[in-house]
């Protein structure tokens, strides 16, 4: 008796079922689109720099915090998160000269001379259970009030908005209307 062949299975349309399958696949899904903060980190160190601890003067430093359950505090005081803006703006202006406030230095900017740029910074805190949508929010208008002071600036110096200013002008504008936002590693309160 003879051997018995097995018969063999057509192939030849297995890649073509499967490039379709690919292709109802990548059709069908959507691919979800990373959101995240944009922010220009500063250089790395030399290794051959020497550290300093800095001293800052506390009346140069509010700190906002944002609490697990999303509750904004600016300095000493409970607000809402509309309410930020103005607040930091308030404090890096010193308007009035508080002594409570950040100071102000006289600062030669090259091209364009001698200009008062506040010390304050900005120190951003949160809790570990803050919810995403509350930080994004605080960030917000953390940048908002900086890019509004920088705007106005703008605008006295050269009557023009800080995004039509050529880059020379805006560097001038971003030394005097500095963007000084420290962020703390984020803790877990609710553990204590």
């Known amino acids: 008796m003879g051997k018995k062949k097995t018969p063999a299975i057509n192939s030849s349309s297995t890649a073509d079922i499967a490039f379709l399958l690919l292709c109802y696949f990548l059709m069908t899904t959507t ?3 990373q959101t995240g903060l944009q922010r220009r980190l ?3 160190p030399d290794k051959n720099q020497e550290v300093k601890d800095q001293k800052v003067n506390r009346r140069n430093i ?4 944002i609490n697990s359950a999303d509750r904004l505090l600016a300095g000493s005081e409970p607000m809402d998160v509309s309410q930020l803006k103005d607040k930091v703006k308030e404090f890096l202006t010193n308007p009035t000269n508080d002594p409570n406030l950040p100071e102000k230095k006289a600062t030669e900017i090259e091209g364009y001379g001698t200009y008062e740029v506040s010390q ?4 951003l805190q949160n809790d570990r259970g803050t919810s995403y949508r509350a930080y994004i929010e605080v960030q917000n208008e953390l940048v908002k009030a900086v890019n509004e002071l920088r705007d106005e600036f703008s605008r006295r110096a050269y009557g023009k908005s800080f995004n039509s200013l050529d880059e020379e002008k805006q560097d001038i504008v971003k030394k005097a209307i ?5 962020e703390a590693e984020p803790k877990d309160v609710s553990k204590k």
């Open 31 to 33: 691919m979800g689109s």
């Open 42 to 44: 500063p250089p790395m």
């Open 62 to 65: 509010i700190i906002v915090k």
């Open 120 to 123: 304050g910074v900005i120190s």
């Open 178 to 182: 500095p963007q000084n936002i420290s």
